[in-house]
């Protein structure tokens, strides 16, 4: 019983982007093109983040958090960068992200409970999965819950520097 409880405790408290397996089915997808992320199992919320380029030139993204770097990402027009995670169970998961394009920059955070509460969460439900899209155009970044309408809905929240 004791080994149970650490099992549960040990997963309650785990926020990272580590792959965990799915023992449930989730029927709802957000699109074809999207719908490629591993499922986990979380006792608290199962997060996915997409980032999309909509440049016609290529772009560099780099997504990290304090426990994982999930490395450069080359992304040409139409194609996206995506990962998966639990978030932790108190509230603190944060993830950031560099972006490079010819000689402009950005650098900003891509996942915090405040921005998933804001901008993507869709519904009430405590195991449903969340998902957060970004956007990448020429004027900016763009932030939406729901991909299949594009700008139409989404925030801007930052701009190249």
């Not at 944060?94 to 950005?106: I, L």
Request: a positive charge.
């Amino acid at each position: 019983m004791k080994i149970l409880f650490f099992l549960l405790y040990c997963l309650a408290i785990t926020g990272d982007a580590s792959p965990i397996p799915s023992l449930l089915a989730d029927a709802s997808s957000a699109s074809s093109q999207m719908s490629d992320s591993k499922k986990k199992v979380c006792l608290w919320i199962y997060w996915s983040v997409y980032i999309t380029n909509m440049i016609p030139d290529p772009i560099v993204v780099h997504p990290q958090s304090a426990d994982d770097d999930l490395g450069n990402h080359r992304l040409t027009f139409g194609n996206h960068t995506d990962w998966n995670f639990c978030l932790h169970v108190f509230l603190k998961t944060r993830f950031y992200a560099h972006f490079y394009w010819k000689s402009k920059t950005a650098f900003f955070d891509v996942y915090t409970y405040h921005l998933g509460e804001s901008y993507c969460k869709d519904g009430k439900e405590f195991f449903k999965q969340q998902r957060c899209y970004w956007i990448i155009t020429q004027d900016g970044f763009y932030l939406t819950k729901n991909p299949n309408k594009f700008l139409i809905g989404a925030t801007k929240l930052h701009n190249w520097s």
